[in-house]
């Protein structure tokens, strides 16, 4: 019989493996091979949260987190089976809007009572990022950012239009002068004015939500749907008269108006912070279309400023808590190893959450960061609600039926305030 003697070193490398707790992450933000550990050098969302998990997989000691990458526009449906099948991912990131849905079923863990243990101390958030995942008074996540949509501008492009003053792009403060920029735009150079997704993810949805704000209302107050309003006619009318004299185009999906704008092809892009440093990285380049590129807060076209905002938070199912206390302690270490992280991920262009990072020489230096400082000030969403993603279903179909159909706004809104009042009532 042959006898293995296993070394000291072989021996403390079995045990650690024994006990290592395998920790699942759901996340989207789409893919990257190669992320690395190095947490400071990559680029974009998936890299950035990529290379913030692998650190953590590769530094919390008996901790290994398998990430589980789904693709953003059917996150939501695969979390939800996830749920029902009892198979959740054992942490997740969702959004602010969603928390109301999970949280009114009981499935997100209480992290209150736990958080401090864990290393993480909530006295450093925003008030606005400790509300983002406060319900009924009990904290539900971990908040990693503040997101908005911004104007992504092409300066060559504005300038060749007459629209640069003192090395800032002159942005519309009315629907009627952002048409006379957007004719100024295409008689000088022959491009769009504004491109967005108004073809596929609610882009366009979020673009009309800011500029009903920005007339004081909303589509929604309680249970009460007020989508067929004047304030929405006129949010509508902004932007479909900008398709209608050609200076901007319906049909472009999120690829295909990125690419546009990063083509020359068009002087603004509304799309959310998440793209800063990539865009910067693409200007960058040694190439045609995009040179010259600039971040400007959403204009306000109306009475107040505002845009649409949101916030990525990490969560970790109840069940887990209840019954898997080791596993779950090992995910609050992996939330609070995200957290510790929240300079490497405001690199995306993402709003800090942290006060400690948001007073940071570090922060102040990230590219591009005193061109949208005001954002924060106008920052907006609908009021909380379990139905938030069917709503937002709904407008971004009637939106489409509009300027992709020939809908009339009429037969749209009058459709959408009846499909949103019965999913309040339900």
């Known amino acids: 019989m042959k006898h293995i003697v296993f070394g000291a070193t072989a021996l403390t490398i079995l045990a650690t493996s024994a006990v290592a707790q395998q920790v699942t992450l759901g996340r989207f933000f789409g893919d990257c091979e190669g992320a690395g550990t190095d947490t400071s050098v990559s680029v974009g969302e998936a890299c950035i949260i990529q290379s913030i998990i692998n650190a953590a997989d590769a530094e919390l000691e008996g901790i290994s ?19 029902a099948g009892g198979t959740p991912p054992n942490v997740h990131v969702m959004h602010r809007h969603r928390v109301p849905e999970f949280a009114s079923i009981g499935a997100l863990a209480d992290l209150t009572d736990d958080l401090a243990g864990a290393g993480i101390d909530t006295s450093d958030w925003e008030p606005a990022a400790l509300e983002a995942v406060t319900y009924n008074d009990r904290i539900l996540g971990v908040p990693m950012d503040f997101h908005a949509n911004l104007w992504h501008v092409n300066m060559d492009l504005m300038e060749a239009a007459g629209l640069v003053e003192d090395g800032a792009p002159v942005l519309p403060s009315s629907p009627e002068e952002m048409m006379d920029h957007a004719r100024a735009v295409q008689e000088a150079t022959g491009q769009d004015y504004l491109a967005a997704d108004f073809a596929q993810f609610p882009i366009g949805v979020r ?18 749907a007020t989508i067929d309003t004047p304030e929405a006619r006129n949010a509508i009318a902004a932007l479909t008269q900008l398709f209608d004299a050609g200076f901007a185009n319906p049909q472009l999906n999120y690829a295909d108006s990125q690419q546009a704008f990063l083509n020359g092809e068009a002087a603004v892009l509304v799309n959310g912070t998440w793209v800063v440093d990539f865009y910067a990285a693409e200007a960058a380049k040694d190439d045609e279309g995009l040179n010259r590129y600039l971040v400007a807060d959403f204009p306000t076209l109306f009475d107040e400023g505002a845009t649409w905002a949101d916030s990525h938070i990490w969560a970790i199912p109840s069940p887990l808590k209840a019954n898997d206390p080791e596993r779950y302690d090992a995910a609050l270490q992996v939330l609070a190893f995200i957290n510790d992280h929240n300079i490497d991920w405001a690199r995306t262009g993402h709003m800090a959450v942290r006060r400690s990072v948001l007073e940071s020489a570090d922060y102040a230096a990230l590219p591009h960061r005193a061109e949208y400082t005001g954002t924060a000030d106008i920052a907006r969403d609908t009021p909380p609600s379990r139905r938030y993603g069917a709503i937002q279903d709904v407008l971004n179909r009637e939106l489409q039926a509009i300027w992709l159909t020939g809908k009339s706004v ?9 499909d949103v009042q019965d999913l309040l009532d339900r």
């Open 65 to 83: 987190v398998n990430t589980l990458p789904t693709d953003w526009g059917n996150y939501y449906d695969q979390i939800v089976a996830a749920y």
């Open 207 to 224: 673009v009309a939500l800011a500029l009903i704000w920005q007339q004081g209302a909303n589509i929604f107050d309680g249970d009460t």
């Open 410 to 418: 009429d037969a749209a809104l009058a459709d959408a305030q009846v």
